[in-house]
């Protein structure tokens, strides 16, 4: 893995000139904090990424599948806002939407039987994790395993090996649920390649990348892999207006 090509100085200069970049109309928290640095911004968001998790862990979970091979921002965010105004909450608030295809694609105005079946066998997960742990509240379950989860044995994990759930959505759901670490998404890895000239062959590199930026920063991995998600969805628009037309394409 080549990421010693760049001495610490230079991992600085290059991170302090995407921070200090403003947040573009398709920067990812551009709706959030418009007028806002991409290092402002992402400071903030990262100090409270697992909100939602906490408060409503059914919705942070179904996000995050519905975020799979989907424009968040586009087509999943305002679906889970609209859900968020709702008394959503709960796994079992979960199970009780996904009782049935016609259920969960009613409620989430979405026709998705994958992500339905990775949704029920994640929850079917979730109880095999609670038949092990002595605490029952629904985040502090997940937030436990999301601790200890190893994305390098990711394939071998209890929730790493269900069908559909790759190692992007694997670290999206621990991000979620508390634990400091950053999803190897097409915006993370283009910034590595075309700002940093890293030359990385696989996901996992792309992970361990970052977090090696994070330690010369002194930042969690977290602010960082946001940092390079709005830089890269603020500042590569066509390329990633491409990728996501090809990812619609792909709805079930």
Request: charged share 30%; glycine share 4%.
């Amino acid at each position: 893995m080549i990421i010693n090509s760049l001495n610490e100085s230079e991992i600085k200069e290059i991170v302090k000139k995407l921070e200090n970049k403003k947040l573009t109309l398709t920067s990812h928290l551009y709706k959030r904090f418009p007028g806002k640095s991409i290092g402002e911004a992402s400071e903030i968001f990262a100090n409270k990424y697992s909100a939602d998790a906490r408060e409503k862990p059914a919705l942070a979970l179904l996000a995050v599948v519905l975020s799979i091979h989907r424009n968040y921002t586009k087509i999943v965010e305002p679906r889970i806002d609209r859900i968020r105004q709702t008394a959503f909450c709960t796994f079992v608030d979960l199970k009780e939407k996904t009782k049935n295809i016609e259920t969960f694609t009613n409620f989430c105005e979405m026709r998705a039987p994958e992500k339905y079946n990775i949704i029920i066998s994640i929850l079917a997960a979730i109880d095999k994790l609670k038949e092990h742990n002595a605490e029952d509240d629904d985040f502090e379950v997940l937030h436990e395993w999301a601790e200890e989860a190893d994305f390098r044995n990711h394939e071998k994990d209890i929730i790493g090996s269900i069908n559909g759930v790759g190692l992007a959505t694997f670290q999206h759901l621990r991000m979620n649920f508390g634990a400091d670490t950053v999803k190897p998404d097409q915006r993370v890895k283009e910034v590595l390649k075309r700002e940093f000239r890293f030359n990385l062959s696989n996901d996992i590199e792309n992970i361990v990348a970052v977090k090696r930026i994070a330690e010369v920063m002194c930042k969690s991995a977290l602010y960082i892999d946001q940092v390079f998600v709005n830089y890269g969805s603020g500042y590569y628009f066509k390329e990633n207006n491409d990728k996501i037309n090809n990812d619609d394409s792909l709805k079930e």
